[in-house]
């Protein structure tokens, strides 16, 4: 049984999905490094910073966001 070239030689994904992919892990990575800090190095003395609005709910949402537009670039077929 053989394939054509043409189904052989395409890929699973074009490059264009590729590249949409690519955004959404940079903006995942954005995500995590917006969760970064906040700690204290005495661990007995409370820092609210730790509970900040970029912690709490901007990083969570930038990482969601992140994963829709991974999910996106699968299931979108770009021309």
Not at 29 to 54: A, K, Q, W, Y
Not at 60 to 73: E, K, T, Y
Request: charged share 20%; aromatic share 8%; glycine share 8%.
């Amino acid at each position: 049984m053989s394939l054509n070239k043409e189904k052989r030689d395409q890929m699973i994904l074009p490059a264009k999905n590729l590249k949409v992919m690519l955004v959404g892990v940079v903006v995942i990575i954005i995500g995590f490094l917006l969760m970064t800090g906040g700690g204290s190095d005495d661990p007995n003395v409370f820092n609210p910073e730790m509970f900040s609005f970029r912690r709490i709910t901007l990083a969570p949402i930038v990482v969601l966001l992140g994963f829709g537009i991974i999910a996106f670039s699968i299931m979108k077929k770009f021309k």
